[in-house]
């Protein structure tokens, strides 16, 4: 897969998000994507275009000490992001499966699934931007894990991408929320 760069911020201002704490997202603009109601959770429409699927796994990729591996919860397309022992410090509801805290379904649909800290997940929820989990609903896994829509272009990319970075914050066990 290709990777392209959109000109949304530079690598440099995207990573200077780790003092952005109090991170609120706007409301997202429409209706929520429809997802599926079983196993894989997925969206099933409003799915991005592949440039701006591409450019976000790209961006995902340059956050200090990821590594990028096969999901274990997920089909063998997805990406998982995942961090080493010695900067996996948040706490074990941080994680999907062992150091695993993201990862980023293939296109068409192109959705994320990661963990996110109560005050940023109730946030993303409500204005628009991700929704439980169907394991967290059912309690299989901690209700920290949600799916966040794909975003459509690059202004959504941007704000998808601070979602992501709280995740990896939290995971990290860097402080995030207020």
Do not use: N
């Not at 509801?93 to 695993?100: L, R, T």
């Not at 309690?139 to 202004?155: F, Q």
Request: charged share 20%.
């Amino acid at each position: 897969m290709a990777l392209h760069r959109l000109e949304v911020e530079s690598a440099e201002e995207d990573l200077a998000l780790e003092a952005d704490f109090a991170f609120e997202p706007p409301p997202r603009s429409g209706p929520r994507p429809q997802s599926c109601p079983t196993l894989p959770h997925v969206q099933l429409d409003q799915w991005p275009p592949p440039k701006i699927a591409e450019a976000l796994l790209g961006r995902c990729l340059i956050f200090p000490y990821v590594r990028p591996k096969q999901s274990r919860m997920a089909s063998p397309e997805c990406y998982a992001l995942s961090l080493p022992d010695e900067f996996s410090a948040g706490p074990p509801w941080a994680f999907i499966v062992d150091h695993e805290f993201c990862h980023l379904h293939p296109l068409p649909d192109s959705s994320i699934h990661l963990t996110l800290p109560k005050v940023v997940r109730e946030r993303a929820i409500e204005r628009g931007w991700a929704e439980q989990h169907l394991v967290s609903r059912a309690g299989i896994l901690p209700e920290t894990l949600v799916m966040v829509y794909a975003p459509r272009d690059a202004h959504e990319l941007a704000i998808v991408l601070r979602l992501i970075w709280q995740s990896y914050q939290f995971a990290r066990g860097m402080k995030t929320g207020r």
